[in-house]
């Protein structure tokens, strides 16, 4: 039953897609992330569904009128240098053929992106991929919320198997990312009902990432708290309120858990912690030896040998950090090229809260800035332990911080104003329309006022 599901959604939207790639875009963003294919158990579990929806994306793509060129903003360039400096480093790298499936892999992610941005342009599209980006991830991770209270944090929560966020470690920060989207999309609507639906996913997703027992999404969970607190009005009263409600979530967690995370102070004592150091010291001396990396794959004993001070003793670990992942992967040239795409993207979004300060009734588009500055902090912190540099989220959140500072710059507001009413409006895209007039009573018609017995009778 769940296979006939899945594809009976997937293959009415593919046809669609056809005719209108945008939509393609948002079918891929929801199959990739969220894996939905993955949670069947017979013939679409193993069906290619992320090659159909990138196959109709593209075939629509190659007909439609409806594209523009990618260079919607700073952040674009700076991706497209990453894209292609990527490609050169895995072509000097180590083992072209033994890594040719994962730049095949980052390839395509990579492709969508760009994609997605010559596609998308209006303001529907804006809030149609931030709202099946956001949930592809946060209805994982309100379940994952759900099961860690049921079983009081005991067990680690994990990603949708084969996906890039399968670990519970990158599961977790995938879920931080998704905290600060919703609370945009929560800033948009209006019903009551949907608005406090918002405010429980979020609860949720605070709770798999704590119920993953990933020290990192620990860190990150504090980082974008503090951001969001600090830019927030009311500081106290919400500096008490965070508080609480950490402690209180932070107590409900078991013994296992606490200790897990005491290993952030005494992280020498810990092979684990080791390991990761050993694997950036690696990272570190192959941008030093190696102008061009060494492609997708630092974990050669080789390599640990040479470069690293405890040799192979803590084994040949992954870099575990997305700043050391491509400094080792791919330079030093690759690692400044991969911080410009995120730095840029932060003024990016800076312009755009910015924007919104200057000119009344595009305060979306500020609200939209400030929360992917929070997703980005949340990448940032979160991703500096966990190896996530080539994970599509984040670089989707680029994507539509790009496409809505060109709709600034072309001051799309006076033309782009959907049409209020029906789901537009239930999802803050269009305004509320105003109710329907009440008609006035009706005139009683003159005539003789009865006497006050006559009422009695």
Same mark, same amino acid.
């Given at each position: 039953?769940r296979d006939v599901a899945v594809m009976a959604i997937i293959l009415p939207w593919a046809m669609v897609? !056809?005719?209108?790639?945008? =939509? ?18 017979? #013939? ?7 090659? =159909?929806?990138?196959?109709? @994306?593209?075939?629509? #793509?190659?007909?439609?009128?409806? $594209?523009?060129?990618?260079? $919607? ?34 390839? $395509? ?15 529907? +599209? ?6 099946? !980006? ?14 860690? =209270?049921?079983?009081?944090? *005991? ?20 879920t931080i990312m998704t905290i600060p989207l919703l609370r945009f999309m929560q800033m948009q609507v209006?019903? $009551?009902?949907?608005?406090? @639906? ?13 119920? *993953? ?7 990150? =969970? ?10 927030? +009005? ?10 609480? /409600? ?18 952030? +102070? ?11 150091? *050993? ?8 941008? /030093? ?5 060494? %492609? ?6 080789? /390599? ?6 405890? %040799? ?26 991969? /911080?410009?795409?995120?730095?840029? *993207?932060? &003024? ?68 782009? +104003? ?22 006035p009573p009706a005139a009683r018609p003159a005539g003789r006022i009865p006497a006050p017995g006559a009422?009695? &009778?």
């Amino acid at each position: 039953m769940r296979d006939v599901a899945v594809m009976a959604i997937i293959l009415p939207w593919a046809m669609v897609a !056809l005719r209108h790639p945008w =939509i393609g875009v948002l079918l891929w963003v929801w199959v990739s992330l969220m894996n939905p294919h993955r949670f069947t158990y017979g #013939f679409a579990y193993t069906a290619p569904v992320a090659m =159909i929806a990138a196959l109709v @994306t593209l075939i629509g #793509f190659l007909f439609t009128r409806e $594209k523009n060129h990618p260079f $919607k903003a700073p952040p674009v360039t700076w991706f497209v240098l990453l894209t292609a400096w990527i490609t050169l480093s895995w072509l000097m790298g180590l083992d072209r053929e033994g890594q040719f499936a994962q730049w095949d892999k980052v390839m $395509k992610v990579n492709i969508m992106v760009l994609v997605a941005l010559m596609l998308f342009r209006s303001k529907l +599209q804006i809030f149609l991929l931030v709202w099946v !980006l956001t949930l592809s991830v946060a209805l994982l991770s309100a379940k994952g919320g759900i099961f860690t =209270i049921a079983h009081g944090g *005991s067990y680690r929560v994990w990603g949708p198997p084969g996906s890039w966020i399968e670990g519970n470690n990158d599961f977790a920060v995938a879920t931080i990312m998704t905290i600060p989207l919703l609370r945009f999309m929560q800033m948009q609507v209006t019903n $009551k009902w949907l608005s406090h @639906t918002f405010t429980v996913m979020m609860l949720l997703s605070a709770a798999a990432a704590l119920g *993953s027992h990933s020290r990192g999404a620990l860190l990150s =969970i504090v980082a974008m708290t503090t951001v969001l607190w600090w830019r927030g +009005q009311k500081r106290v009263r919400n500096g008490i309120l965070l508080v609480l /409600l950490g402690a209180v979530m932070v107590a409900a967690m078991p013994s296992n858990w606490s200790e897990r995370m005491d290993t952030i +102070q005494t992280y020498e004592e810990d092979e684990s912690a080791l390991g990761r150091l *050993s694997a950036w010291w690696v990272s570190w001396r192959i941008a /030093l030896n190696y102008p061009f990396g060494v %492609g997708f794959s630092i974990t050669s004993s080789e /390599l640990f040998h040479a470069f690293s001070p405890y %040799g192979t003793q803590f084994g040949q670990p992954v870099a575990h950090s997305i700043w050391f992942q491509m400094m080792g992967h791919h330079g030093f040239i690759g690692f400044f090229l991969f /911080l410009a795409v995120w730095v840029s *993207s932060w &003024r990016i979004a800076g312009r755009l809260r910015q924007a919104a300060r200057e000119r009344e009734g595009i305060q979306w588009v500020g609200d939209l800035g400030a929360m992917s500055q929070v997703c980005l902090v949340g990448y940032g912190v979160g991703g500096a332990f966990l190896q996530l540099g080539y994970y599509d989220f984040p670089y989707y959140v680029m994507a539509i911080v790009s496409v809505t500072y060109a709709w600034v710059r072309r001051q799309a507001w006076e033309t782009d +104003q959907p049409e209020p009413g029906g789901w537009r409006s239930l999802i803050g895209l269009a305004p509320v329309p105003p109710p329907d007039p009440v008609a006035p009573p009706a005139a009683r018609p003159a005539g003789r006022i009865p006497a006050p017995g006559a009422l009695r &009778r």
